[in-house]
Structure formats: C-alpha cells, structure tokens
C-alpha cells in the first residue's frame, strides 16, 4: 500500500494566486513527521516545511502553510501568493516512527506546479 | 548557511563499471542517507548511517552497493557493477543530532548526481 498518495499529477495556477496541493499518508505509528519538498527543474530537493504529528498547530514559512487534518490523515501544502519561481515538483514526504529512529523518509509521486502570468 | 554538496553533478559510465558518488554533508549532522530518483518517478530510501554504520537499508540497497565514511566530512555510495537500472539521480541527505524542540529530524538534500549508465 502506499504510504504517501499525491493525487495531482500536476497544477496550473496564476501569479499571486494561492494553490493547495494534496497529500495524504498511511501509518499506524502513533508518531511520524511529514515534510514537503520542491524539487525545481534543476534537479534539487529543496525542504519548506514540516509538520510532526504532536505539533497542535499547523506548520508555517513564509508563503507555505500546512493543513494538518490528523484524522483525514492529510497534510495538504498551501502556496499562498504564488509567484514564477514556483513553478516545480512538490513532493510530500514521511517520516515514520519517534524522532530518534533512523528516520528513512517515504516520498510520494509527487505533483507538477506551473505558474503562470 | 550550511549545505550539503554533492560531486560531481553527472557521471557517465560503461555498464559493469564502477563508481563511487560523493557527498559532504553538514557538518554537524550525525545521521546520514541516501535515496535515487530514477527520472520521472519518485524518490526511493537507499540507505540510513549513523555512528559508522548502515542503520537501515532497503531492497534496492543490495550486495552491489556499499557506503563509508573515509574521514570525518566525505561520505560516499559505491556501485560495484553499475547496470543500465542504476540509471538515476543519486541524493545525499544529512540530518542533525537530535535536539529539544524544533525540527530537528529535518533531512536536507544536497543537489544530486545524476548518473547514466550506458
């Protein structure tokens, strides 16, 4: 079964629009973090935002917010704002188990963003 | 701001050759990985390393593959026998000591070797 589901293959969205992309995980654990990633064209895996699963409140920086939904188990990114630069994969990630442990991470599909004018 | 680097940024090799990828991670993190992103499909966990040793490892981290720390900044991934599958992005991740509060579990990826395999 697939522990990360990115069910957007890809998204159009305007400049200074707010985009939400969707993320949602399978896991028992009683203890897990969850990240997003956007990977530009260039090839690199650059880290926005976590959220562990005891944070009361939703993650934030800067332009991304997390909506952390622990019983739906989601954990949707929102770009608000978006701008060109933008544009790239997004990439939702997991990491199961206490913070201590050896912390693999399980990446999903993830979900094409293209900004545009 | 500190960063992982990774080198060199694409290797070309002969399929049964082998190659060592490069990494240097931050310098202050203990924990230590890598993944593949073979192109167009998503990141896969190689390999976990911590205090010297493999922590974890997955399927794809067979007997054809090894990691070493040689000092205290390099870290590398060796395929002994590349085959035209090894084909991918290779990525160095590193993650800091655990530490109170924050998110310290937060792995930062270094910019990838992509490696082809003709």
């Known amino acids: 079964a697939q522990k990360i589901t990115q069910t957007q293959p890809g998204m159009f969205v305007q400049e200074k629009e707010a985009v939400t992309l969707d993320c949602t995980y399978d896991?028992?654990?009683?203890?897990?973090?969850l990240f997003w990633y956007k990977q530009p064209s260039s090839g690199e895996m650059i880290f926005l935002i976590y959220q562990g699963s005891y944070d009361q409140q939703n993650a934030t920086e800067g332009r991304y917010s997390l909506n952390f939904q622990k019983a739906r188990k989601s954990a949707n990114l929102v770009i608000s704002a978006s701008q060109l630069g933008d544009s790239a994969m997004y990439f939702c990630a997991m990491r199961e188990g206490a913070t201590d442990s050896w912390g693999k991470l399980q990446f999903g599909a993830g979900t094409q963003v293209v900004v545009t004018p | 701001e500190p960063e992982v680097t990774q080198t060199p940024s694409h290797q070309v090799t002969q399929m049964g050759q082998e190659v060592i990828l490069r990494c240097v991670p931050i310098s202050n993190h203990l924990y230590f990985y890598w993944y593949r992103q073979i192109l167009g499909q998503k990141v896969e966990f190689l390999v976990s390393f911590y205090n010297n040793e493999i922590s974890e490892k997955s399927e794809i981290f067979d007997d054809q593959f090894s990691v070493e720390r040689p000092d205290g900044s390099n870290f590398t991934l060796k395929i002994r026998s590349t085959k035209l599958e090894d084909s991918a992005m290779y990525f160095c991740?590193?993650?800091?000591?655990?530490?109170?509060?924050?998110?310290?579990?937060?792995?930062?990826f270094g910019p990838g070797t992509r490696l082809t395999v003709l």
């Open positions: 896991t028992s654990d009683p203890s897990y973090g």
């Open positions: 991740a590193s993650r800091a000591r655990m530490e109170a509060g924050g998110p310290s579990d937060t792995q930062y």
